[in-house]
């Protein structure tokens, strides 16, 4: 079976692809610097798998030791680009440190390739791309306009899509999958592996999730007074591992040579947009704990309202999204209380 290269493989999104990758038979080499990850994620995924990964400690900017891996593992067909920094925030504070990551590390990684006969790369991309969609660009699908990016980190992802984009077109040979997340939420079903946000988590569901084990008091429920429903913003919370399933089909698809352009975009949803209140409601009632919640400003930089048209990925990749939303945050919480030795 071929052998893929998972660049952030110990992360949130990589540790449950390298999952379904093992379970499909492929060998998965993991390279990750462990910035925002922990070792022992491999022993969860061990657990789960009854198969370990290879993996190795290089930081994806560190060009000489990532020539000797693409040599030492000779049988590389593809590589699976997640490793990045991620934090919206923090990629204010310190554009420099994420355009020299994010944007060094897929630099460094297409030069070896193509010096190392690899030809199929998948990339991480996020929805993030879009901005927020005008009304008639709702749901959004592929062709929609990508706008300037609210951050350096969504900067990155645009810039990494067009290095890509360039990249390919004075490379027959190379060929990628740009894969477009919406919101990933929820944990491994045998909550061995999850999310593991370091320090005070900025996205919904950590935050949720640690509000209801009492590491967090209160969760603040960002602008009531959105043009929704009910007041809330809406995304398109997609689970984590239907997430990971279509890596291995974007796999699957490039090795078999079925691509029809070299430069294969999809957008990762579920095509239904749930706002923040209704994820708060439906995690009470499926869990049955009552986290304490308020009512506060908006968050700068916030969009209003996106969710997915995923037909292009149901029709061209043969997967769907479909695990409905009660199993997945109880998942996600399955995994809080196991962290916390919560009975
Ligand atoms: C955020 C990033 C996005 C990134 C994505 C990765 C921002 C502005 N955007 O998206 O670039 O690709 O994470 O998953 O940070 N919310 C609360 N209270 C909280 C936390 C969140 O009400 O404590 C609300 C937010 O206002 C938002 C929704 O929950 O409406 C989802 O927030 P979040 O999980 O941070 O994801 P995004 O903002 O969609």
């Known amino acids: 079976m071929a052998r893929i290269l998972v660049t952030g493989g110990t992360g949130y999104i990589g540790s449950h692809t390298v999952v379904c990758l093992m379970e499909q038979g492929y060998d998965v080499v993991i390279v990750d610097n462990l910035s925002n990850s922990n070792v022992e ?32 593992y000779s049988d590389i067909e593809a590589v699976i ?3 990045a920094s991620k934090a919206v925030g923090e990629s204010v504070e310190k554009p420099l440190l994420y355009y020299r990551n994010n944007l060094g590390s897929l630099i460094n ?32 699908d ?28 004075s490379n027959a040979n190379l060929h990628a999958t740009i894969l477009r997340y919406f919101n990933p939420i929820g944990a491994h079903p045998s909550a061995e592996i999850g999310e593991l946000p370091n ?7 950590p935050f949720v ?37 279509a890596h291995v089909k974007a796999v699957e698809r490039m090795l078999s040579g079925a691509p029809t352009e070299q430069v294969e975009i999809f957008n990762l949803g579920t095509g239904r947009g749930l706002s923040v209140l209704e994820i708060l409601r439906t995690f009470i009632k499926v869990t049955g704990v009552h986290l304490k919640y308020e009512i506060v400003g908006r968050r700068e930089g916030d969009i209003e309202q996106v969710w997915a048209k995923p037909d292009k990925a149901n029709t061209v990749l ?23 030795g919560i009975e």
């Open 41 to 72: 994620v491999l022993d969860g995924i061990e657990r789960i798998v009854g198969r370990r990964p290879d993996f190795e400690n290089i930081d994806c900017l560190d060009y000489t030791n990532m020539d000797r891996l693409f040599a030492r």
């Open 81 to 83: 680009h997640f490793a």
């Open 109 to 140: 990684l297409l030069e070896l390739m193509m010096a190392h006969g690899v030809k199929n790369i998948v990339f991480s991309s996020s929805c993030t791309v879009y901005g927020q969609p005008d009304a008639n660009h709702l749901p959004v």
């Open 142 to 169: 592929e062709t929609a306009p990508i706008q300037k990016a609210l951050s350096p980190y969504g900067n990155t992802k645009q810039v990494n899509e067009e290095i890509i984009q360039d990249t390919c077109h």
């Open 199 to 205: 320090g005070i988590p900025n996205n919904l569901l």
């Open 209 to 245: 999730t640690q509000t209801a084990a009492g590491l967090r008091e209160c969760l603040r429920v960002f602008g009531d007074d959105y043009n929704t429903p009910d007041g809330s913003c809406i995304r398109d919370y997609i689970y984590v591992m239907d997430l990971a399933k």
């Open 318 to 340: 043969g997967w769907k999204a479909d695990t409905p939303v009660e199993e997945v945050l109880m998942s996600a919480w399955n995994w809080e209380k196991k962290l916390r």
